[in-house]
């Protein structure tokens, strides 16, 4: 079972960044991993995804120019930066773990998931 651990999460006023890392105990480097978030009350949604290679990544539109995934295979650490952010940027955010051939942003074909990390956008 892989374990993910995120952190970086935290209370940012609107305009601001945080960065976000998911890491884990155990290589990394075979699965692509996706960051989602889930706000009050809406479904979970994917943010990024990053292939596990790092040569590829995917961004939803809503965050697309502002955040930024990167993964280190040697550190196993992949990475969300995040950049202007907004109100609609609140959510619990999770990183997850899926074989390389699922890459993309669909919930259900990630089999590995974190506990989450609270991201709260506030003046």
């Known amino acids: 079972q892989l374990q993910l651990v995120e952190s970086g999460g935290g209370l940012v006023q609107p305009g601001g960044s945080l960065r976000l890392s998911c890491s884990a105990p155990?290589?990394?480097?075979?699965?692509?991993i996706g960051w989602f978030r889930q706000a009050p009350g809406k479904e979970r949604e994917g943010v990024s995804c990053?292939?596990?290679?790092?040569?590829?990544?995917h961004y939803a539109d809503s965050v697309k120019g502002r955040f930024t995934i990167s993964r280190d295979n040697a550190k196993n650490t992949v990475n969300l930066q995040m950049d202007i952010l907004s109100h609609e940027d609140t959510a619990v955010y999770y990183c997850?773990?899926?074989?390389?051939?699922?890459?993309?942003?669909?919930?259900?074909?990630?089999?590995?998931w974190g506990q989450g990390t609270q991201v709260t956008v506030s003046a």
């Open positions: 997850a773990a899926a074989d390389p051939w699922d890459y993309g942003l669909g919930v259900d074909v990630y089999d590995f």
């Open positions: 155990e290589s990394l480097d075979y699965y692509a």
């Open positions: 990053i292939s596990s290679s790092g040569d590829y990544s």
